[in-house]
């Protein structure tokens, strides 16, 4: 207990396997223990471990009591990568690449992300927010109780910090914890298509101090096509110079480098990750740079090409697993979809999954210890599975698995039916009379 006054005011019972993430509270890498209970008190986890370990708690009046009857109970999903503000699809190009017109063919050609950004340049600020809302609520009725989302397709000033005050704004209705990351970086705009250091000049004295103070991480494109190794130096050093944590897409259509710069740059993460070799990933788990997995988008690319989780394995990097979700490469929120892929496309194992999906993505958000795990301290968010075991989690594929959803010790979803998960936008302000009523306070 973190103090004798505190009383707990949510208490679940029951768990068959209790998947606590935490190796110093159970078996195995993913600490389970059978037969157990979690106790929270004002949404912390102040006991996890088997039920009859459960000490004698002094229970607040009105504690939410789950009865788990049996199945698993796992933290709740930590998804370390979407692109969640966009406009508009492009199912059109998803469709082509199946016919084999390639991804950097349609970014070369004006579509891609330029496409994306002209749609998210063109949408109301309330529909913007509105559609951000939906896959956030998706996300969390699947299990996902932490979600880092990028800005990126804003790419001027004013769009860039429009996509993070829509994140800020969506923060405010829901107790789902967003991590906000400046993607001013994810391509040079076509606009600067001839004047590449214009556009990074206009990023770092402009679209920073106007986005910094909205965004935890700053991030960049590092790849063929999108933002070489030097320009996305500059864009780190001067995100770090505001205050932001660095992370960075690399080496996914090609080795670029891209790997070795977010080793320099002591990147939280490195992102990706297609093509990467054993001095890489060495120098990454030398920086402690986690390794973000999306294997939702290696597996729709359809080349074939995961990252190496043999390099990754020896080298020790820590693992991590994101959605990508975005318009172009992945449209999908299910982190349960991503485990399963990271294991039959990826080729790790579900333990090595759920533990990415969990404290390895809460690690590459900053949020180590915090989410991703059932353990004293930590906040109380967790999913129980609707069967027994997380192995179903890459075994029973193509339906929602979460039956409730815990967000800070209280229920935010049972069997797909959103349980206060969103707030309605406030009222747009009154506009101002212009002259007080007389006689009124
Ligand atoms: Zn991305």
Same mark, same amino acid.
């Given at each position: 207990?973190?103090?004798?006054?505190?009383?707990?005011?949510?208490?679940?019972?029951?768990?068959?396997?209790?998947?606590? +993430?935490?190796? /110093?509270?159970?078996?195995?890498?993913?600490?389970?223990?059978?037969?157990?209970?979690?106790?929270?008190?004002?949404?912390?986890?102040?006991?996890?471990?088997?039920?009859?370990?459960?000490?004698?708690?002094?229970?607040?009046?009105?504690?939410?009591?789950?009865?788990?009857?049996?199945?698993?109970?796992?933290?709740?999903?930590?998804?370390? #990568?979407?692109?969640?503000?966009?406009?508009?699809?492009?199912?059109?190009?998803?469709?082509?690449? !199946?016919?084999?017109?390639?991804?950097?063919?349609?970014?070369? %050609?004006?579509?891609?992300?330029?496409?994306?950004?002209?749609?998210?340049?063109?949408?109301?600020?309330?529909?913007?927010?509105?559609?951000?809302?939906?896959?956030?609520?998706?996300?969390?009725?699947?299990?996902?109780?932490?979600?880092?989302?990028?800005?990126?397709?804003?790419?001027?000033?004013?769009?860039?910090?429009?996509?993070?005050?829509?994140?800020?704004?969506?923060?405010?209705?829901?107790?789902?914890?967003?991590?906000?990351?400046?993607?001013?970086?994810?391509?040079?705009?076509?606009?600067?298509? #001839?004047?590449?250091? /214009?556009?990074?000049?206009?990023?770092?004295?402009?679209?920073?101090?106007?986005?910094?103070?909205?965004?935890?991480?700053?991030?960049?494109?590092?790849?063929?096509?999108?933002?070489?190794?030097?320009?996305?130096? $500059?864009?780190?050093?001067?995100?770090?110079?505001?205050?932001?944590?660095?992370?960075?897409?690399?080496?996914?259509?090609?080795?670029?480098?891209?790997?070795?710069?977010?080793?320099?740059?002591?990147?939280?993460?490195?992102?990706?990750?297609?093509?990467?070799?054993?001095?890489?990933?060495?120098?990454?788990?030398?920086?402690?740079? =986690?390794?973000?997995?999306? &294997?939702?988008? %290696?597996?729709?690319?359809?080349?074939?090409?995961? @990252?190496?989780?043999?390099?990754?394995?020896? +080298?020790?990097?820590?693992?991590?697993?994101?959605?990508?979700?975005? &318009?172009?490469?992945?449209?999908?929120?299910?982190?349960?979809?991503?485990?399963? !892929?990271?294991?039959?496309? /990826?080729?790790?194992?579900?333990?090595?999954?759920?533990?990415?999906?969990?404290?390895?993505? @809460? $690690?590459?958000?900053?949020?180590?210890?915090?989410?991703?795990? =059932?353990?004293?301290?930590?906040?109380?968010?967790?999913?129980?599975?609707?069967? $027994?075991?997380?192995?179903?989690?890459?075994?029973?594929?193509?339906?929602?698995?979460? #039956?409730?959803?815990?967000?800070?010790?209280?229920?935010?979803?049972?069997?797909?039916?959103?349980?206060?998960?969103?707030?309605?936008?406030?009222?747009?302000?009154?506009?101002?009379?212009? %002259?007080?009523?007389?006689?009124?306070?």
């Amino acid at each position: 207990m973190s103090g004798a006054s505190a009383r707990v005011d949510f208490l679940l019972t029951g768990a068959g396997q209790l998947v606590t +993430a935490d190796p /110093g509270l159970g078996e195995g890498p993913l600490g389970l223990v059978e037969r157990a209970a979690v106790a929270a008190s004002q949404g912390t986890v102040v006991f996890a471990g088997p039920e009859a370990a459960l000490p004698d708690l002094p229970l607040a009046a009105g504690c939410a009591r789950v009865d788990a009857g049996g199945r698993a109970v796992l933290p709740g999903f930590v998804d370390a #990568h979407t692109h969640l503000v966009f406009a508009g699809d492009r199912a059109d190009e998803f469709a082509a690449r !199946l016919r084999g017109v390639g991804y950097e063919e349609a970014l070369a %050609s004006g579509g891609g992300i330029h496409r994306t950004v002209r749609a998210t340049r063109a949408m109301p600020t309330h529909e913007l927010e509105e559609a951000t809302a939906e896959r956030l609520v998706r996300a969390a009725l699947q299990g996902t109780t932490v979600l880092e989302a990028k800005s990126g397709y804003g790419l001027t000033v004013e769009d860039e910090r429009r996509s993070l005050e829509v994140l800020a704004a969506l923060a405010r209705r829901t107790p789902i914890d967003i991590v906000p990351t400046f993607l001013g970086a994810h391509l040079i705009p076509a606009e600067y298509a #001839h004047d590449r250091a /214009g556009y990074l000049e206009l990023l770092e004295r402009e679209m920073l101090p106007a986005c910094a103070p909205l965004a935890e991480f700053v991030d960049a494109f590092c790849d063929r096509g999108a933002l070489t190794v030097a320009e996305s130096r $500059r864009v780190l050093q001067a995100g770090r110079r505001h205050g932001l944590r660095a992370k960075l897409h690399a080496n996914e259509l090609g080795p670029t480098g891209g790997a070795w710069l977010a080793a320099e740059q002591a990147c939280v993460s490195a992102d990706h990750l297609l093509y990467l070799d054993l001095a890489e990933a060495a120098a990454l788990r030398q920086r402690g740079t =986690v390794a973000v997995l999306l &294997p939702g988008t %290696s597996f729709l690319l359809g080349t074939g090409r995961s @990252a190496p989780i043999r390099v990754l394995r020896e +080298a020790g990097v820590t693992l991590a697993l994101g959605t990508d979700c975005n &318009p172009g490469t992945c449209y999908c929120e299910s982190m349960q979809l991503m485990i399963a !892929l990271a294991c039959v496309h /990826g080729g790790l194992t579900p333990e090595e999954a759920v533990l990415a999906a969990t404290d390895g993505a @809460a $690690r590459a958000v900053g949020r180590a210890g915090v989410a991703g795990r =059932v353990a004293p301290g930590a906040a109380c968010d967790l999913v129980v599975l609707a069967g $027994r075991s997380y192995l179903d989690l890459p075994y029973h594929l193509g339906v929602n698995l979460a #039956h409730e959803v815990v967000k800070r010790g209280r229920v935010v979803a049972r069997d797909g039916v959103p349980l206060g998960l969103l707030e309605a936008p406030p009222p747009p302000p009154a506009t101002p009379s212009p %002259s007080p009523p007389p006689g009124t306070a």
